[in-house]
């Protein structure tokens, strides 16, 4: 289990104006990936397909579903989790000075189990989703997330305590008789605006299995 921290990062509003959840993931239960329904003045409101898992995440259903590649910029990071975060504004002000559009909600890759990992070596990326085949400049690098089956939840609360959800997931990865392989992903789906509570702040917690797999 890697637990992550990621702050109130968002000076970067500009992403959740565009922000099109539904390319981003197809479930194979026929389960749709959380959709824009409606718009207010403290920005997009989302409708995950499973039930949404509240603090301190005693009761969070996971699901599993087919993941499609996504594109994506990101800032390579070597070091505590809890610095992750902070990043992803210098991502999107890189992709803004580039002519890069960002094509969703901004997400954490985490590579590292804490646990057996020091800190000081620990490895994340700060990530923006874009569409299509990208050069970008330094800082920024480029890669496509490759398509794989994940385990999925959606929780609410502040973001750094997302990780406490963590648990539930891998032991729906059990039921599965699945084991962990590759990244956990988090997706920061709502931004932190003035007047929007920690309940609101909703993340979907990605975590690849496979049978038998070896990472």
Known sequence: MRPSCTPFF?????????????????????????????????????????????????????????????????????????????????????????????????FGLYYDDPAKVATHQLRSRACVPIQGVRSPSSPLAYEVLPSTTVAYAYVAGAYPGVPRAYPRIYQFLQTMNWVENGPIREIYLVAPLPGVSEDELITEIQIPGAPGAVR
């Open 10 to 106: 968002f000076s970067l509003l500009l992403l959740f104006g565009v922000v099109s959840c539904t390319l981003l993931d197809s479930g194979s239960q026929g389960a749709l990936s959380p959709t824009v329904a409606a718009e207010n003045q403290a920005g997009p409101v989302y409708m995950p397909d499973l039930p949404v898992g509240l603090p301190p995440y005693g009761n969070v259903e996971a699901s599993w579903k087919q993941r499609l590649d996504q594109p994506y910029v990101y800032i390579e990071h070597v070091g505590s989790y809890t610095e992750t975060g902070a990043l992803i504004p210098v991502v999107h002000r890189e992709l803004v000075a580039q002519g890069l559009v960002p094509d969703g909600a901004p």
